[in-house]
């Protein structure tokens, strides 16, 4: 009976060793005959196989299944207490060994019986008397069955796990929180985003950029195709944008590079749709060109209209050229751009939405939600009638530009600040001299000004040859609710004058000596200039916003950005019953926290970026270098009783703060304005360690 | 997606039916391999009766230009209408594919 002699290849039909896999696999014998259990361990054994346990009866089996599965199991059918059928129907029923291959071996041959073994969740079955070639060969089979299984399981799981790395991968290319934060304050926007990358991975992505001259870029694009293959071009794309810098302000000249460039590297049928359009933030001027990317819409409380987006897809032929278009997008108005699944995905009646759907429904949405959460409300009745796992991604991209823009409580520090410069002779060298990118200077001589209805002005210069009484005419001239505002009014003195001088008695007035110099009157005009509109703006935006709930303020907050800061110090201010001062003080102070302090923007530096007009454009450079970019400020409001105590903390290397404590020092010295300006703002003002801590006290009731 | 082939001489008409998306990849390659296989001088996608074309069918319609092109045959795309019509114009592929 035993016919194979050791020597021999044991297993029928095969003539290399087992796979060390199949070989080692754990074998459970189950047989209440001791004899027959001997003969299949030897059986085995000869086969190769060297892993092999043996129990006497079912429950044996179930209990040594338990502690330890097995690769295979041998079972015999009739055996006493549990027989071999109920083996098979408990490890069916159990998970974990629902698909454990048992190979039953049983004397009966009757058809009906086969089936049974069969019903209960037999893999295979072996008559007795045992044939040893047959009885191994079947081994063999659903062994090495179970292994590809298993490494086919494996190298699935493998490769679910990698697509879904590839799908964190393509996410990782959408902009940063921080890049898109910048760009919302340079165009006094809300970006809406919503993108969901299909689950076999599609080539959908969008992005946006802030550009040189208070400007910001923004793009969608789809790679056609699925998969591995869509997404690694969706990078190439990605990278090759990279490249072209200094094209992002021109959307033609910059598609037909990414064209030129890409058309040899995608595969042939695979094209890329897309849409850049470069917005001037302020004469709201939209320049875009288009690649055949689904057509965005511009919409607002005056309808809605869709942009040409047509074009040859990217990386085509390499002869297509682009096209700039122009078209506007007003404050008040918002750039809607999606990708086609919007339109074509089915809708539950069949049809698809297609583009006139879909304007109908972003109105429809703006109305029911308000247009800046439009977006979110579109995709909500968009999904009702969608399988939430579309076959391809998904991209929602709404800016919607705020209204008023030029009032907004971020500052407007990129317009030139509009300042009024009143002679009493005619000085063409201070004229000149004032000359600078962030002022724009209107002169009149103090003898010929007829004030202009609307005294619109950041600043007043008043240069009256050192004579009180041309200062007085001159300070006459200007605008009483512009001085109770605190609009800044700048005597230019030719001569450092004695002490005494009645010229020094004016009230809310700053002198600057030109004696020596005129730079430091511009530097000082832009800074104060600075100052009003900021406070102005916080003054509006607190008039427009009187939702004056007492909230409870103790806690800790966090802010890393000038809107995060201002957004801060306006709730904060909501607790006093004056909140206007306030507001102004812990502006001050939350705005030092970021510029000197996250960003170390040096006092003198950040005068010098006011006076070009540069400082937003130098905050918004250094919150992308990787030195600043996670840094933040803190600020730990306790409230006592009637006392709310601010402790503003920032990560700054601090600065010599007691030169600046003096009220009467502060007064000249340019760097200490801002302080002087925060201690009248509070009950008590304090620095401690090296000045990157601050703390300020305020009562409720008397602001 | 459907599609019938008619042959006059060695001009050939694919008639389509249905919409052509990604997962009519297959049934494409197939049409063009029996293209590829027939002596043709123009062939014409009629698109008359096609509902919608995804981004993934226009990359089909450009692999079927480049084979047309490499192979010295004249391919034409006729018929268009509604959301396929709109595609190809704001693809501009209506230009590539002109008759």
């Known amino acids: ?703 | 997606m459907e599609y019938r082939i008619d042959k006059d001489g060695s001009n050939v008409t694919v008639v389509f039916t249905g919409d052509i998306t990604f997962s009519e990849n297959v049934s494409f390659r197939q049409i063009l391999k029996e293209l590829g296989e027939s002596d043709i001088q123009t062939c014409t996608f009629d698109l008359g009766n096609v509902g919608m074309v995804d981004s993934a069918g226009l990359g089909m319609f450009l692999i079927a230009k480049e084979q047309a092109d490499t192979s010295g045959w004249k391919l034409t795309v006729s018929g268009a209408q509604g959301h396929v019509a709109s595609m190809l114009k704001l693809t501009k592929l209506s230009d590539l594919l002109a008759g």
């Open chain 1, 1 to 703: 009976m035993l016919g194979n002699s050791p020597e021999s290849n044991p297993v029928p039909g095969r003539n290399k060793a087992l796979p060390e896999g199949v070989s080692s696999a754990h074998i459970l014998v189950v047989d209440d005959m001791p004899l027959m259990r001997k003969m299949i361990g030897m059986c085995l054994e000869r086969g190769g196989f060297h892993n092999i346990s043996f129990a006497e009866d079912g429950d044996e089996a179930l209990d040594q299944i338990a502690e330890s599965q097995p690769d295979l199991v041998i079972l015999d059918l009739n055996m006493p207490r549990v027989s071999g059928y109920d083996v098979c129907k408990q490890l069916r029923a159990d998970d974990r060994t629902a698909n454990l291959p048992i190979l039953v071996q049983s004397a009966s041959e009757t058809a009906e019986e086969r089936v049974e073994v069969f019903a209960v969740g037999a893999t295979d079955f072996v008559s007795k008397p045992i044939n040893h070639p047959e009885l191994l060969a079947r081994v063999c089979m659903h062994l090495e069955n179970r292994f590809l299984i298993r490494s086919l399981s494996d190298f699935q799981d493998m490769m679910q796990s990698e697509l879904k790395m590839a799908r964190e991968m393509q996410h990782s290319l959408l902009p940063e929180t921080q890049v898109i934060e910048e760009v919302e304050t340079v165009s006094d926007a809300k970006i809406e985003a919503f993108y969901k990358a299909s689950f076999e991975l599609g080539g959908d992505l969008w992005g946006t950029w802030p550009l040189p001259g208070n400007k910001l870029g923004i793009y969608v694009l789809d790679v056609t195709g699925h998969g591995v293959g869509a997404a690694l071009n969706t990078f190439s794309l990605h990278a090759t944008m990279a490249r072209f810098e200094d094209k992002k302000l021109d959307p033609a000249a910059f598609m037909d590079a990414l064209n030129s460039s890409l058309v040899g590297s995608f595969q042939l049928g695979r094209f890329a749709t897309m849409f850049y359009a470069v917005l001037d933030c302020q004469s709201h001027e939209l320049l875009y060109a288009g690649a055949g990317a689904p057509r965005p819409i511009i919409f607002g409380a005056n309808g809605s209209r869709t942009l040409d987006s047509s074009g040859l897809p990217i990386a085509i032929v390499k002869s297509a050229t682009y096209e700039n278009k122009t078209d506007r997008l007003e404050p008040g108005e918002s750039l809607f751009c999606y990708s086609d699944v919007l339109v074509e995905a089915e809708q539950p009646d069949g049809s698809m939405l297609g583009e006139e759907g879909l304007v109908q429904w972003i109105e429809e949405a703006s109305t029911a939600s308000g247009r800046g959460s439009s977006v979110k409300h579109l995709l909500d009745r968009f999904y009702e009638g969608q399988d939430e796992n579309l076959p391809d991604d998904l991209t929602a991209v709404a800016i919607h530009r705020n209204e008023g823009s030029a009032n907004s409580a971020n500052g407007n520090e990129h317009e030139p600040s509009k300042v009024l410069l009143l002679s009493e002779t005619e000085n063409t060298d201070l004229m000149k001299s004032l000359v600078s990118p962030g002022l724009d200077i209107i002169q009149s001589r103090i003898g010929e000004y007829t004030a202009a209805e609307n005294f619109d002005f950041s600043a007043v210069i008043i240069d009256g040859a050192d004579d009180f009484e041309a200062v007085k005419v001159g300070l006459a001239l200007v605008d009483d609710h512009y001085v109770e505002r605190g609009g800044p009014v700048v005597v230019a003195l030719k001569h450092a004058p004695e002490p005494n001088d009645p010229i020094l008695s004016f009230d809310r007035v700053r002198y600057c000596d030109v004696g020596q110099g005129v730079d430091g009157l511009r530097r000082l005009v832009a800074e104060e200039a600075d100052d009003f509109i900021r406070i102005c703006a916080l003054r509006a935006a607190l008039e427009a916003d009187h939702a004056a709930e007492t909230v409870d303020l103790d806690g800790t907050y966090r802010f890393a950005s000038r809107r995060e800061a201002q957004k801060l110090a306006m709730t904060f201010s909501q607790a006093s019953t004056d909140p206007v001062p306030l507001a102004i003080g812990l502006s001050e102070l939350f705005l030092n926290a970021i510029e000197h302090g996250c960003l170390e923007i040096g006092h003198n530096e950040k005068g010098e970026l006011i006076e070009n007009g540069r400082l937003n454009e130098e905050i918004i450079q250094r919150r992308r270098l990787e030195k600043y970019r996670s840094r933040f400020a803190t600020v730990i409001v306790t409230e006592e009783g009637d006392t709310i105590k601010f402790r503003v903390e920032d990560p700054g290397n601090g600065f010599d703060y007691s030169a600046y404590l003096e009220d009467d020092e502060g007064h000249s010295k340019k760097h200490g304005r801002g302080i002087a300006m925060a201690k009248g703002c509070f009950q008590s003002l304090t620095y401690l360690e090296k000045g990157n801590i601050v703390e300020a006290e305020v009562s409720r009731s008397s602001g």
